[in-house]
């Protein structure tokens, strides 16, 4: 069994066709409970395998490893998001980019108090239906066949891009009736809505937080 140092933009499905194996194969002998998150930097065991695939500094591979693309129609997805501790999926990569796209078509970088609206459009746009509710009510109406809930803290979720926040309960007036919704950019800090949130790490009086994933 041999190691791979998995790279920003790696995706266990990429990776799997890469290396002639099975996602669940890679999932089963990495102890990885959610396929759909990798993280950079960590060492993935690849079963069957005996030659080394660390990424060489020019940023190959060495040992028996392929240089340039995938096999099996494998993909390594680059773009927004390339530098999160995971492998965000095309679908994550989409909602990134259509929640930017929607907070810049409303609030731009100030808040018009229509999160859930953005998020909605965001959401519309990019998969082609409507999400409906409040801050604190969208995460019981995203479908659970394309969305599902994971558990991690709002500072790493915030540096992968294409996750849906949702808080029961933020500090204003409004935000303690109706919550706040908003979908992650990738770069470690923002989000976006009905505007760009620069620090949604720094914004406080918020609980209530859930994160959801695109399964798409």
Known sequence: MSNYRIRPGDTLSALAGRFNTSVSALA??????NPNLIIAGKNLRIPGRTDSFEP???GGTRGGGSTGGTKGGGKVEGGAGAGAPGGATPAMRKLANAGRAAAMGMGGYNSQGLCATGVSRAI??????????????????????KFKQVNMP???ALKIPGLVLTWEKTSSRLGSIYGHTAITTGDGRSSVSD???????GAGGRSGLKIFMPTM
């Open 195 to 201: 505007f760009i949130e620069r620090n949604t790490l």
């Open 56 to 58: 060489a500094k020019g």
């Open 28 to 33: 089963r002998a990495n102890n990885i409970a």
């Open 124 to 145: 519309q746009n990019a998969f082609g239906f409507k999400v409906w509710g409040n801050g604190n009510q969208i995460d019981n109406n995203l479908p659970r066949d």
């Open 154 to 156: 709002l500072s790493e």
